[in-house]
């Protein structure tokens, strides 16, 4: 019993000298417990090593089981001790704002325009963004650092590394995974107090109106046609108003279209899509990186004074910003009684 206790506080002042990991230390206890063990099964009785290391295996196994025991039971404790922390830590939905929740909002709500009712109007607020891409990153960036109770996003792509450059929301270390999932977290870990709901899917005629009926608002961010005139037509279908915005090289435009408004819909201002050929993507005719940004966050900005009911929106107005140039200008554009979408709505 001597010489394997003495083994044993050897075996530990070294490795805490040498500054081995405890977990590393107690490991080492119990290789020489099992030796002992072994020893013991091996040598026969009365042998001198076996009467020095106590003489019978028995009592070692107890010890060891014991050790297991032991061992066990912190295990345990720990993993319901953290079980326990991240329950307190988990932000909790309320009528009233948390303390933490009163001051990371502080500079909207001394806004005459935001206030406590504007704030408590964007938790409430459920917003669908169609794309995770240029447009979409800031956008759902800022939605959720504004604190929309609620962001839906839309978009089947995954992160590729060519995408970078501009989608900011978007980490190195995920590239190759669903765009959705990626922007899901950076946006939860951004603001755990808004909800994030992820759809890994192209938006298709099948789904859209079911879609976007659980929303209150929608931002469209996609880069082709296609999708864009299939959200115009579900957004005038369901009543939801739309912000939509597109770029070109170091060319962006944007909009809110809500025909129930009186404003015109994306069709009344686009009846037809430009041949392909004039509009090439961005990876034919390129994109400087921070306009998406700038664009995009126009888009978060439309939607929370739309939700808010602060200042003036760009319903019935084109906005096109001119990034090379510096320079901004605003068209006036008008419903059109024959349009094909909201024509007589």
């Known amino acids: 019993m001597i010489m394997v206790g003495t083994m044993a506080v050897t075996l530990w002042v070294i490795g805490w000298a040498m500054k081995v990991p405890s977990a590393v230390r107690w490991n080492m206890m119990a290789i020489l417990l099992v030796g002992v063990m072994v020893v013991h099964v091996i040598l026969p009785n009365g042998h001198p090593l076996r009467m020095a290391t106590g003489g019978d295996a028995r009592l070692w196994a107890i010890l060891m089981g014991f050790g297991v025991l032991v061992w ?113 977290e950076a946006m939860t870990a951004q603001n755990p107090f808004v909800k994030v709901r992820p759809y ?62 009186g404003t015109p819909c994306y069709a009344c201002v686009f009846p037809q899509a430009p041949d392909p050929s004039l509009v090439p993507s961005c990876a034919e005719a390129g994109v400087i990186g921070p306009l998406p940004g700038v664009v995009g966050a126009m888009m978060a900005l439309e939607a929370i004074k739309h939700i808010t009911d602060a200042g003036e929106g760009l319903g019935g107005r084109l906005l096109i910003y001119d990034a090379l140039y510096a320079q901004t200008r605003t068209i006036a554009v008008k419903r059109r009684d024959d349009c094909a979408v909201c024509g007589g709505k």
């Open 72 to 184: 066990g039971y912190r295990k345990f404790l720990g993993k319901l001790r953290a079980r326990i922390v991240q329950k307190e830590e988990a932000p909790v939905q309320s009528d009233s704002f948390s303390p933490t929740e009163l001051d990371r909002y502080a500079r909207h709500i001394i806004l005459r325009e935001v206030g406590g009712p504007g704030q408590k109007a964007l938790r409430d607020a459920r917003v669908l963004v169609v794309g995770a891409g240029g447009l979409g990153a800031p956008a759902l960036q800022y939605l959720a650092a504004a604190g929309v109770g609620t962001i839906g996003v839309i978009d089947d792509d995954v992160v590729e590394n060519a995408n970078l450059q501009r989608q900011v929301i978007h980490l190195d270390r995920n590239i190759g995974i669903p765009k959705v999932h990626s922007a899901e």
């Open 200 to 261: 890994h899917r192209r938006l298709t005629d099948e789904i859209a109106t079911e879609l976007f009926a659980e929303y209150d608002i929608i931002l469209d961010g996609s880069d082709n046609f296609e999708t864009r005139y299939l959200v115009n037509r579900t957004a005038v279908e369901t009543g939801k108003p739309l912000v939509a915005a597109a770029l070109t090289q170091w060319e962006g435009q944007i909009s809110v279209y809500d025909p129930a408004q």
